[in-house]
Antibody, heavy 120, light 107 residues
Framework: EVQLVETGGGLIQPGGSLRLSCAAS????????MSWVRQAPGKGLEWVSI???????YYADSVKGRFTISRDNSKNTLYLQMNSLSAEDTALYYC??????????????WGQGTMVTVSS | EIVLTQSPATLSLSPGERATLSCRAS??????LAWYQQIPGQAPRLLIY???NRATGVPARFSGSGSGTDFTLTISSLEPEDFAVYYC?????????FGQGTQVEVK
């Protein structure tokens, strides 16, 4: 079965760090484009970061310099290292596969999300 | 950054009625617009890609139209499982952006 399972969320104090994990099954993370998308409580979706199959990475301006996306082929897992966290980073974090087929692209697989709460 | 503005914020309809959701982009996105459905407590689900193409398994009552800056998602006859939040999403330029969502609720 093709699926993504996020873990690693929790309550963290402002200024702290957290690493999110996204374990994939049914496909290979390193052969695909993978993103993190977040959703603040009661709000819409916000793209956070993407890693291409060739390792190229991009970040939203709101997290650039603080967050790092990476992956581990041996564990077939995607990561998001989050540093210098603030209350504005409080959200449900989803990992998703950005799939390209015949010149079109879309998110076809999403995890169930992991909640990050930044509060003192 | 391209801003996507969805309207209305909330649509109150009854099962069997037609739903028309709008998404307007702050600049042209061509046809590079998708629609996702999110049922409370669940992850988003792809409905429409490239403005008018239904994703695999999506019922025919969902249709998308538009290009450039104005897009529409139409649900021809609402089923109970269609009451959810719908987001538009553009991939025309980085960063990718989503609209703020339209909630379709039971009247």
């Amino acid at each position: 079965e093709v699926q993504l399972v996020e873990t690693g969320g929790g309550l963290i104090q402002p200024g702290g760090s957290l690493r999110l994990s996204c374990a994939a099954s049914g496909f290979t993370v390193t052969s695909n484009y993978m993103s993190w998308v977040r959703q603040a409580p009661g709000k819409g979706l916000e793209w956070v970061s993407i890693i291409y199959s060739d390792g190229t990475t991009y970040y939203a301006d709101s997290v650039k310099g603080r967050f790092t996306i990476s992956r581990d082929n041996s564990k077939n897992t995607l990561y998001l290292q989050m540093n210098s966290l603030s209350a504005e980073d409080t959200a449900l974090y989803y990992c998703a596969r950005w799939l390209g087929i015949s010149s079109t692209w879309f998110y076809d697989i999403w995890g169930q999300g992991t909640m990050v709460t930044v509060s003192s | 950054e391209i801003v996507l503005t969805q309207s209305p914020a909330t649509l109150s309809l009854s099962p069997g009625e037609r739903a028309t959701l709008s998404c307007r982009a702050s600049q042209s996105v061509g046809s590079f617009l998708a629609w996702y459905q999110q049922i409370p407590g669940q992850a988003p689900r792809l409905l429409i890609y490239d403005a008018s193409n239904r994703a695999t398994g999506v019922p025919a009552r969902f249709s998308g139209s538009g290009s450039g800056t104005d897009f529409t998602l139409t649900i021809s006859s609402l089923e109970p499982e269609d009451f959810a939040v719908y987001y538009c999403h553009q991939r025309s330029s980085w960063p990718q952006t989503f609209g703020q969502g339209t909630q379709v609720e039971v009247k």
